[in-house]
T-cell receptor
Framework: DAGVIQSPRHEVTEMGQEVTLRCKPI?????LFWYRQTMMRGLELLIY????????DSGMPEDRFSAKMPNASFSTLKIQPSEPRDSAVYFC????????????????FGPGTRLTVL | AQKITQTQPGMFVQEKEAVTLDCTYD???????LFWYKQPSSGEMIFLIY??????QNATEGRYSLNFQKARKSANLVISASQLGDSAMYFC???????????FGSGTRLQVQP
C-alpha cells in the first residue's frame, strides 16, 4: 500500500510567488490533515477535512493560505503571495474516522514538503 | 482546549539502557487519545504508540511502553534497551472527541550514546 504522497518534496520560491502543495491521502481514509512544522512554533495544525469537507481551519494563518479537497484522493494547500515567514515543512496526514468512545485515529504522515521562501 | 507539555528539550541515554520521556496533557474531554511519534533526522513522522483514555492497561509496542497515569494527566514514553537508531525527536500528541487533529508537544530530542 502506498502511504500518504506529497509533492513537491522541496520547493524554493521567491517572496510574492504562488506556491501549491499537493497531497494524496491513503485510499479509504476519510480524514485529511495539513500541519506545519517550524523551529519557532513546532508542529501545528493548519486545517483538516472530513469526507472532503473542511472541519477546522482555525490554524490557517491568514487569507494568503487556502486549502481545498476536491475529491477523496487529492488535496491542495496554496499560499498566495508567499512570504519568507512561510518557510517551513508542511505535512499532510490522513486517517480513518472512528466512532464510539475511542478517539483512536492513528494519523499516517506523508514525507512532508520543505518550503523555502527567499 | 487541549494542551501537551514536554519539559525535556533534550535527553541522553547510554545504549542498551532504558529511558523515560515525559509528557503531561490537559483536556476537559473524558474521551481522548494520546500518541507518541518519532521524527528522525530524515524528517518523517513515525507513529510509535497509542493510549486511549478508557484503556485499562498501559499500551505496549515492542520496546515502547506508555506509562499512563490518568489522575496525574501524564503519558510518559518508556523505551527499553535503547539503540543507536532511537536517536531522534519524540513528540507527544493528543486528540479528543472535539478535535480529531493532533495537538503536539514541543518535543524531546533523544540522543543514544554508544
Amino acid at each position: 500500500d502506498a502511504g500518504v504522497i506529497q509533492s513537491p518534496r522541496h520547493e524554493v520560491t521567491e517572496m510574492g510567488q504562488e506556491v501549491t502543495l499537493r497531497c494524496k491521502p491513503i485510499s479509504g481514509h476519510d480524514y485529511l490533515f495539513w500541519y506545519r512544522q517550524t523551529m519557532m512554533r513546532g508542529l501545528e495544525l493548519l486545517i483538516y477535512f472530513n469526507n472532503n469537507v473542511p472541519i477546522d481551519d482555525s490554524g490557517m494563518p491568514e487569507d494568503r493560505f487556502s486549502a481545498k479537497m476536491p475529491n477523496a484522493s487529492f488535496s491542495t494547500l496554496k499560499i498566495q503571495p508567499s512570504e519568507p515567514r512561510d518557510s517551513a515543512v508542511y505535512f499532510c496526514a490522513s486517517s480513518h474516522g472512528t466512532g464510539g468512545k475511542s478517539s483512536y485515529n492513528e494519523q499516517f504522515f506523508g514525507p512532508g514538503t520543505r518550503l523555502t521562501v527567499l | 482546549a487541549q494542551k501537551i507539555t514536554q519539559t525535556q528539550p533534550g535527553m541522553f541515554v547510554q545504549e542498551k539502557e532504558a529511558v523515560t520521556l515525559d509528557c503531561t496533557y490537559d483536556t476537559s474531554d473524558p474521551s481522548y487519545g494520546l500518541f507518541w511519534y518519532k521524527q528522525p533526522s530524515s524528517g518523517e513522522m513515525i507513529f510509535l504508540i497509542y493510549q486511549g483514555s478508557y484503556d485499562q492497561q498501559n499500551a505496549t509496542e515492542g520496546r515502547y511502553s506508555l506509562n499512563f497515569q490518568k489522575a496525574r494527566k501524564s503519558a510518559n514514553l518508556v523505551i527499553s534497551a535503547s539503540q543507536l537508531g532511537d536517536s531522534a525527536m519524540y513528540f507527544c500528541a493528543m486528540t479528543d472527541t472535539g478535535r480529531r487533529a493532533l495537538t503536539f508537544g514541543s518535543g524531546t530530542r533523544l540522543q543514544v550514546q554508544p
